[in-house]
T-cell receptor, first 113, second 111 residues
Framework: KAGVTQTPRYLIKTRGQQVTLSCSPI?????VSWYQQTPGQGLQFLFE???????NKGNFPGRFSGRQFSNSRSEMNVSTLELGDSALYLC????????????FGPGTRLTVT | GESVGLHLPTLSVQEGDNSIINCAYS??????FIWYKQESGKGPQFIID?????DKRQGQRVTVLLNKTVKHLSLQIAATQPGDSAVYFC??????????FGTGTSLTVIP
């Protein structure tokens, strides 16, 4: 079974631009969560989607948004990029919400200059 | 908010020795925990999980222990190998039905 895939793997953007990241979950998984990982803050939860609905949201500004499609693939968007948005963005999928094994993709390394 | 902390940020062990990585969590209502391994340039890799109705679970060379009384989680790696060198995170499924992650422990295996 294929794992979680994320595209692109690397991205360089300038301040003020916007970016869209994509995540394809493991086949059969309906829950997709997004995380931001930085050296200073560690892994921080952005949001979770389940059956195309955002069910949970972390403490990030409204510039961070996401969506999920009927095939469970998910995208996250960051608008008006700031230097502090430079991070590894990780997507994780699981069968359902909460107490299920959660598997991560390789991440998208975003650099904002 | 949730607080999942690791007792030691770095750990060095000799190849062949056993490793123990610790984690403290704050939400006594958390019902599910996962240990992840993250190698440089990669996403976290699922190692082993445990539910709150258990106090021990074993996998291949790894054992997770859960002490709900003191809200403590540990990962034991038997016969540590150079390929085990990585950052290890614990995660708890806590308030809001979301996962909270510890800051990570960097394990270095000395050949």
């Amino acid at each position: 079974k294929a794992g979680v895939t994320q595209t692109p793997r690397y991205l360089i953007k300038t301040r003020g631009q916007q970016v869209t990241l994509s995540c394809s979950p493991i086949s059969g998984h309906r829950s997709v969560s997004w995380y931001q990982q930085t050296p200073g803050q560690g892994l921080q939860f952005l949001f979770e989607y389940f059956s195309e609905t955002q069910r949970n949201k972390g403490n990030f500004p409204g510039r961070f948004s996401g969506r999920q499609f009927s095939n469970s693939r998910s995208e996250m968007n960051v608008s008006t990029l700031e230097l502090g948005d430079s991070a590894l963005y990780l997507c994780a999928s699981s069968l359902g919400r909460g107490s299920y094994e959660q598997y991560f993709g390789p991440g998208t390394r975003l650099t904002v200059t | 908010g949730e607080s999942v902390g690791l007792h030691l940020p770095t750990l060095s062990v000799q190849e062949g020795d056993n490793s123990i990585i610790n984690c403290a969590y704050s939400n006594s209502a958390s019902d599910y925990f996962i240990w992840y391994k993250q190698e440089s340039g990669k996403g976290p890799q699922f190692i082993i999980d445990i539910r709150s109705n258990m106090d021990k679970r074993q996998g291949q060379r790894v054992t997770v222990l859960l002490n709900k009384t003191v809200k403590h989680l540990s990962l034991q790696i038997a016969a540590t190998q150079p390929g085990d060198s990585a950052v290890y995170f614990c995660a708890e499924n806590g308030a809001g039905n979301q996962f909270y992650f510890g800051t990570g422990t960097s394990l270095t295996v000395i050949p």
